[in-house]
Every structure is written in C-alpha cells, then in structure tokens.
C-alpha cells in the first residue's frame, strides 16, 4: 500500500562536494550529525561581534514588512493592523492583500536565514543581506505557496502529516537562496535530508523555541541575546547538513 502523505519524488540536484561540513548529497542519505548542544554552544560563541548584524537585519526586515503591508492595505482596502477595515473587507481584498506581502515576505526570510548560514560558514554578511535574493522572488514564492498548500493538507489529513512537512520543509527557502535549486527540488532536498533525523530536527525546533520563549519571559529582554543566537544556529545547522555552495570548504 502506498504512503498517500509521502510527497512525489523529484530530481534533485547532487554534487561532489567533500568539505568537512555536509553536501546536497550528504544532506539527502542522512550523513550528518545534528547535537543540539554542540550547535548551541557553536551558536552562542559565534554569537560575539554578530549580534548587530543580526538585530539591524531584523529592524531592516520589520520596516520592510510594514512598508509593504502599508502600500498592500492602501491598493486593496485591507490592513492587518485595523480591525474595522478587516471585518469590511471583501474576501478578494483579503487574498490580494495577503499574497502581497508574502510575495515580499519569501526573499526576505530566505536573507535572515542566510545571514545565519554565512556566519556559520565565515563568510562575509551585512544586514543588507535580507534584500539580497530578490533575484529569486519567483521560486521562492512557489516554494512558499507549495509549503503552505502542503503543510495544510497535512494538518487536515490527521495533524500529524502537517507537523511532519512543517519540519521537513524547514530548510527549503536557504536552499534555494543558496544552492540555486527549483522549488520543487528544494522542498524535497529538504525534506529527505530531514526526514533521515526528523526527531533530531524537531527537538532542535523545539529547544530554539524555548530559547525564544525564555527570552521573552523577562520583559523581552533575553530575547538580545537570543533571537541572534537561534538564527545562527538555524544556519549551522543548514551548514552541517548542506554545507555551502563550494566544494573544499573547512570548519
């Protein structure tokens, strides 16, 4: 009998990366190794002379997102921050408005996350980063919608499905900032190499999200400390399972 909750199979790209982190085609059968603790200490010592780079590309990716959602409640009569325009609002007004900024919001999540991946690989960043992929605005808006339209089938399909591709699509939009990949192709690099440590990856998750809620606990002050820490952990992550763009590359 066939798994109806397993996605289609695609041509996924290889290669013959050897480096001391991962590779499209380590990352794929599961050749990796993923301590949490490892990468939260890694994390929180790459943490030191990062923080603003990190904290100044998220003030850059919030002024982003309200100036979008400001011009988007200006064309279609919807806002997300004014209740009355939303209970007036048609149904196409809200769908316009929502696509608007989610058409926006993909380049700019897959810069944040690549900051975090090019500190954990020494490379060289800047804040500006988040702007950086909009050369990519078509695939990652395909792969946004796909993981979206996919992860809610999953949920309606008993819960569990959903909770399984909302994690194992996790790393899908650096892959494509990253590795040049087609939506299709990233979804399901991301989702094979997760699914070889899926638990792993998901207590990951978990304990980043912690992080943030402990953070927050004491007037949102922790979270100085913390949202810089779990983006750079998101990207040693990536790093350990995907390594980078270039074959060679050393810890």
Known sequence: MSDIYKAPDAELTSG?????????????????TLSIGDICSEAWRRTKGNKGTIWLAVLLYLAAFLVVSFVAGLLTGYSAFNIEQQVNAS???????NLIVNIVAGPLMAGMIMIGVKIARDEETSPTEIFAYFDKLLPLVVASILMTILTMLGFVLLILPGIYLAVAYTLALPLIADRNLGPWQALETSRKAITK?????????????????????????????????????VGIAYRNIFGGPESGQSA
Do not use: N, R
């Open 16 to 32: 013959d990366e050897s480096g001391t982190y991962g590779s499209l085609e380590k990352g794929i059968a599961g050749d990796y």
């Open 91 to 97: 149904l196409t007004s809200s769908l316009l408005y």
């Open 197 to 233: 440590h899926w638990f792993g990856f998901f207590g990951f998750l978990i304990v980043c999200l912690l992080l943030y809620i402990a953070g927050a606990i004491p007037l949102m002050i922790g979270l100085i400390w913390v949202i810089p820490l779990v983006s750079i952990a």
